[in-house]
């Protein structure tokens, strides 16, 4: 029988007996083979809201990916779940992190996880009751892995932050006022400063960035020279193309799986995200080639203009 992994979270009401009756309800939908302990983190993406308690469970169900999606979706209601924004607070929240190891790619279901091998929070309890996935575990940051807690003692002894009212965030309009506050602090020459608004507060600082290092030319013997192309198939060539740059003060990730020196990569892959006032901010190719140099550490603080990767096109 399939064996799908789900992976649990609440912040709302009371989220240890919640995800306790989450799981008992799980029962219903086969076989639950191990469940985690349960784990507190940090919010994601809107972090003016209480921190999560999440957890995972190995399930054997003879139901279909879609099918049990359904069914998740059926008991989040049932627990009181009603919808509210993205990465908003929630009372329960069931997720598919992976099913029997298969691959889809479809607009509401994507498996596995798109986001699974970038989250501590669901790869810790996952990691806990299944082997396979420590490894990814232990590639993640230090300071990544560090958001996520282990909740020790009985469920009355455990104390969670009281919750706040949080308000839906304009993230596009957030991230064109970052943008020209971090362009206005470079072309000012300031070292920091501060806008308040309402309830959003952004804040930009700079210091001094360390030198950009030098563009990447290729060896002199590191292709050879041209010759006439055989069979009619065309030439290619790498050469020398572009250096890909923060465009936030903040913390690089790199995204899952992590492409290596060397290896080529389409146009518009994401190779990593700046983290910057709980926005993600992706770092993508503009066109396809060969990456030719990582100049960052994942998990490292960056500046803005600092340069992350570099990019050999292909002519």
Not at 159 to 177: E, F, M
Not at 184 to 203: M, S, Y
Not at 272 to 296: D, F, Q, S
Request: some cysteine.
């Amino acid at each position: 029988m399939p064996l799908a992994r789900i992976g649990l979270g609440a912040n709302l009401g009371d989220p240890l007996a919640t995800l306790d009756r989450a799981i008992a309800a799980l029962g219903g939908l086969g076989t639950v083979t191990a469940r985690s302990s349960f784990y507190r983190s940090a919010p994601w993406g809107v972090t003016d809201q209480p921190p999560f308690v999440n957890a995972a469970v190995l399930l054997e169900t003879a139901l279909t990916p879609r099918e049990l999606l359904g069914e998740l979706k059926r008991l989040e209601a049932e627990l009181g779940r009603t919808e509210t924004y993205r990465w908003g607070p929630r009372v329960v929240d069931l997720d598919i992190l992976d099913f029997a190891g298969r691959s889809l790619n479809e607009p509401d279901l994507i498996l596995p996880h798109a986001r699974l091998f970038e989250r501590a929070f669901a790869l810790a309890p996952l990691a806990e009751i299944d082997p396979a996935y420590r490894a990814a575990l232990e590639r993640l940051s230090a300071a990544a892995r560090a958001e996520v807690q282990l909740l020790e003692g009985a469920p009355g002894r455990i104390g969670l932050v009281a919750a706040r009212t949080a308000q839906p965030v304009d993230w596009d309009q957030t991230i064109a006022r970052v943008r020209s506050a971090a362009a206005f602090c470079v072309d000012a020459g300031l070292e920091r400063f501060r806008i308040e608004e309402d309830a959003l507060t952004i804040e930009v600082s700079r210091r001094a960035s360390p030198p950009a290092p030098p563009p990447v030319e290729p060896a002199l013997d590191a292709f050879p020279p041209a010759s006439p192309p055989q069979n009619g198939a065309a030439h290619h060539q790498a050469v020398p193309g572009q250096v890909l740059k923060a465009e936030f003060v903040g913390i690089v990730r790199f995204s899952r799986p992590a492409v290596a020196e060397g290896a080529p990569v389409e146009a518009g892959r994401e190779l990593a995200y700046v983290e910057a006032l709980g926005i993600r901010n992706p770092v993508r190719t503009t066109g396809p080639g060969k990456l030719a140099a990582v100049y960052v550490g994942d998990g490292q603080a960056v500046e803005y203009g600092q340069p992350l990767f570099a990019i050999e096109d292909e002519v």
